[in-house]
Structures are given as structure tokens and as C-alpha cells.
């Protein structure tokens, strides 16, 4: 269990973050989540993967996750559902600290295999593993932004004393816009 929160640290306040699925193309998420981590001025090391690219928003586009030097320790994953077990293992591979699963398309429409899959990557390897089908991870304080909606349709908080958690994207949008106000 400490392993596996000390490996959950690494997802809030990560050094490298990769993005499975980025993409050059403006108002895709793949796009969103590389401007919101720029945009915020993300300190860390941003690395999109896209075997489609060569190079994104001036970044050096990876094949896939194991393809990354060094450490990664956040992965997000924007891709189609039947693509995220094939690239849980690779992010196990790799030993990164975690994975934001952003990607629908799992237990909601009835694909429960392939969210087992991806539990029993997780398990086996404690990888801790956030989502499927999740609205993101938002940390004003280390500047981590995986919201997969761009910051002028819903607006982010400043670093505060408050920590929010939910299940509920469509009652953690409202919140996380809410207080942006505060």
C-alpha cells in the first residue's frame, strides 16, 4: 500500500508527464491536454505519444511510452478504449508512477473485459491507475493539468486550502469552475 501511494505522488506532482494520444490537431483532447500543461507554465517535462507525429507544439512526439528516456511519472491516456489495455502494459513496462485514464468506452457500453485487463496490469505491477473514463487530475499548486476540457470553456482555481475529489465529471466540472470564481 505505501508503494503503491508514494507511486500515486508521482501522478499529482509529477516531474515528466507523458500524454498518450496527443495530437497537433487544435481542439482535440490529445491537443488540449499539451496546451493546458503549457499554458499553465507545467515545470516538468511534457512528452507527447502519437506514432503519427514526429513532433507536437515543439515537442519531441514518442512512438509509445517505453520509447521515453529517463522517468516518467504520469501517464494520460486519450485514445479509444480498445487501445488503453495494450498501453497500460507498456506503461508497466516502463515503470512509470501512474496513469490517468481519461478514455471512455469500458464498463459504461458494457466492455468490463477490458477494464479487468487493465485492473489486472495495475494490480500486478502497483500501478496506480486513475479512471477509465474520468474528467482528469487538476493540481494549481504544481501546475498538473490532465482536465481534457481547454481552460476558456471551463475556468481552473487558484492554489488554495481545499482539496476536491469526485467520481462525477459532470459535478467535478461544475465545482472545479465554481471555485475559479473564489
Not at 505519444?49 to 509509445?64: M, W
Not at 489495455?85 to 490517468?100: E, F, L, Y
Not at 469500458?106 to 500486478?124: N, S
Request: glycine residues 10%.
Amino acid at each position: 500500500m505505501e508503494k503503491m501511494l508514494a507511486r500515486l505522488k508521482q501522478v499529482f506532482n509529477p516531474k515528466t508527464v507523458a500524454i498518450v494520444g496527443a495530437s497537433a490537431t487544435p481542439n482535440k483532447i490529445g491537443n488540449i491536454l499539451i496546451r493546458n500543461l503549457l499554458d499553465t507554465k507545467f515545470s516538468g517535462r511534457v512528452c507527447p505519444v502519437n506514432p503519427k507525429y514526429e513532433e507536437i507544439s515543439g515537442l519531441k512526439c514518442y512512438q509509445k511510452v517505453s520509447d521515453i528516456p529517463g522517468k516518467v511519472d504520469c501517464v494520460i491516456i486519450a485514445t479509444p478504449a480498445e487501445t488503453v489495455p495494450g498501453i497500460v502494459d507498456d506503461c508497466a513496462k516502463k515503470k512509470a508512477g501512474g496513469v490517468i485514464i481519461l478514455s471512455g468506452g469500458f464498463e459504461e457500453v458494457g466492455r468490463g473485459d477490458l477494464a479487468a485487463k487493465i485492473k489486472k496490469t495495475a494490480d500486478e505491477n502497483c500501478l496506480p491507475v486513475i479512471g477509465p473514463n474520468c474528467l482528469g487530475v487538476f493540481n494549481p499548486y504544481t501546475k498538473v493539468d490532465s482536465v481534457f476540457l481547454p481552460m476558456y470553456k471551463l475556468e481552473r482555481p487558484s492554489a488554495g486550502g481545499i482539496a476536491f475529489v469526485t467520481q462525477s465529471g459532470a459535478v467535478g466540472s461544475t465545482v472545479l469552475d465554481l471555485a475559479a470564481f473564489y
